[in-house]
Every structure is written in C-alpha cells, then in structure tokens.
C-alpha cells in the first residue's frame, strides 16, 4: 500500500462550489504539506503543518484553508472554487532525521488534478 | 530569495547516450539539495539528497554531484524508462528550513 494517499484522484467541479481534497499517511510523519503544480511554474507551496496544532500559510494560501484532524490526516479546501485554481495537487509528508546530517526529506502522494469548469 | 534554474528545460537522447542536467541554485545557506523523479500525472518520487559540495549519490544508472554553485545529475547509459521530468530543490538552513524551493525541472526523453 502507498505511504501517502491522495482522494479524489481526479475531480471536475464547477465555479463557486466548495470542494475538499484529502490526504492520509501511514509513514509516521509530523510533518504536512499541500503544493500545487502548474505547468511551467513549478511546485509552490500552499500550506503546511508541523504537528496537529501548528498550521502555517505557504506562498500561495488565498483562497484555500485546510484542516490537520489528526496526525495522519491533512484536507485541503477550496472554498469557492474558481478557474484558475485548476492544478494538480500534492500532498507531501516529512520528518526530521538526525543522521549525521539533520534532513527533512519530503515525500508526495499520488496527486489530485483537479479542474474547475 | 531562494532560486532554483534547472537547464535545459528538455533533453531528448538516444538509449544509451550519457548526458547530464544541470541545476543551479542561490541560497542563503544550504540544508539540503534534493532530486526528484516525476513521471506524467504522478507525485515526485525521491532519488537524492545532498548536503554539501563534494558530495556525490549514485543510484543504478544515476548519479548526482553538489558544488557551491549547482548540481548534476548525471545518467549513464540511460534507458527508455529513465524518461521523466526530474525536479531539483533546494532546503534552507535556518528559520525557513521547512521550505524547499523547487527548479522546473528538465524533461527528459530517451529514445530506443
């Protein structure tokens, strides 16, 4: 089974609609992330959390909320959608290791493209 | 600012002719340069970290190198199912070192 799942997969919605966009990890990870990808703009960062009670704002955060319900669980809403918010998105999970040097690797999931008639 | 260029933006090469990407990058101090494999539709599949300049990771037919300035990611050999867009980023140290910054990426074709 994959370490970071993404639902839906793929999702088609209209203008104005609320949408939500889940992720769950089995790797044991504190660390959550939400990018979006576009082509030709890269991997930006929408929102991340560090634990359950620490939520942060990425780069790009407007128009978007999210919701850390457990430490494995991290939803990403879309709370009118519009055009221009359809992307591809990951969701990305991490943890600090100390091993001779301290990393935070991250890890994506599968990814959810999303388009917005 | 934190930058990642990555060049070129597209490669296409022939089953076993050897070639590199380049990724250059400004950071005001280095935690971490990573390397990432894509394939179309899919999430970034991790390949390397790297830490410091000299450093140097080598996995099958992959190999990638650190320097001050940037990063090579070298393919030897390469197969059709090497083709991919690889992604490099980079992790600050310090108060932002949660944040990685990523390059656009290169396309890479290989041709059988």
């Known amino acids: 089974d994959a370490d970071v799942t993404q639902t839906p997969r793929n999702r088609i919605t209209k203008t104005g609609k609320r949408i939500m966009l889940e992720c769950s990890q089995t790797?044991?990870?504190?660390?959550m992330y939400w990018y979006r990808q576009d082509p030709g703009l890269g991997l930006r960062l929408i929102y991340y959390s560090f634990d359950v009670k620490d939520i942060n704002k990425g780069e790009i955060s407007d128009g978007y909320s999210v919701s850390r319900q457990a430490q494995a669980k991290f939803s990403l809403s879309l709370e009118s959608a519009i055009p221009n918010q359809t992307a591809l998105y990951f969701c990305?999970?991490?943890?600090?290791?100390?091993?001779?040097?301290?990393?935070?690797?991250?890890?994506f999931g599968p990814g959810t493209r999303l388009t917005v008639l | 600012e934190d930058q990642v260029t990555q060049s070129p933006e597209a490669l296409r090469l022939q089953e076993g002719e050897s070639s590199s990407l380049n990724c250059s990058y400004t950071v005001s101090g280095l935690r971490g340069l990573f390397w990432y494999r894509q394939d179309p539709g899919k999430g970034p599949e991790f390949l390397f970290t790297l830490y410091s300049a000299g450093e140097e990771k080598e996995k099958e037919r992959l190999k990638a190198t650190l320097t001050k300035k940037e990063s090579f990611l070298h393919i030897t050999a390469p197969k059709p199912e090497d083709s991919a867009t690889y992604l490099c980023?980079?992790?600050?140290?310090?108060?932002?070192?949660?944040?990685?910054?990523f390059g656009k990426g290169t396309l890479l074709t290989v041709n059988p």
């Open positions: 990305a999970t991490s943890t600090t290791q100390y091993t001779g040097q301290t990393t935070d690797t991250q890890y």
């Open positions: 790797k044991g990870h504190d660390r």
């Open positions: 980023a980079v992790q600050p140290s310090g108060g932002s070192n949660y944040k990685l910054t």
